[in-house]
């Protein structure tokens, strides 16, 4: 926890982007929320959950987790696997306008999204998400995009993506 918290008394923000239609996005939902309903009344109050459900990072947080987050292989992972289009060559994708917009994968070491093509990208899977439910026969789904789970500390500047991470990331707060 930062000096500036500390000193504030404020709670440590563990950030959660979720879908419901994903099990494991689920199941990591279930872990965080009763890890959190186990905790002491004390701890409580050093630790908040952030659900941000059918949403993917801004721009800003996924440059945040680029420039701080990304401390091993395994954490470039978690967030590589966020976005699956990444692992294509080249992906078409329809943006808020309805138009298509060629988005290039390419090797994670050599790939970090300029604001524009973030925006691009958040634009169109905001225009799925909100679309989606309207219109079943669309070529592309958000997940397609961004694929929860994605879970944040920001205190430790850790991402967790899957059971392990999860309990790593968990494991300064029920220890």
Sequence with gaps: MSLFKTLQSSPATVTIFHNTKIPLSNKLYDILNKTYES??????????IDLMKNRMPTFDQYEIFVRKFLKSEQDKKI????????????TILIN????????????WSNKIFSEFEYQLIYETFNALENNFEKDKLLPSQPSDIFKAPLVVDWDQ?????????LNELLAKYTN
């Excluded at 966020?82 to 692992?87: D, G, R």
């Excluded at 808020?96 to 390419?106: L, Y």
């Design 96 to 107: 808020d306008q309805g138009k298509h917009c060629k988005i290039n994968g390419s090797d």
């Design 157 to 165: 500047d850790m991402l967790a993506g899957d059971v392990q991470t």
């Design 39 to 48: 905790l002491p009344k004390k701890p409580k109050y050093d630790f908040q």
């Design 79 to 90: 967030l590589h696997n966020c976005f699956p289009f990444l692992n294509e060559k080249q």
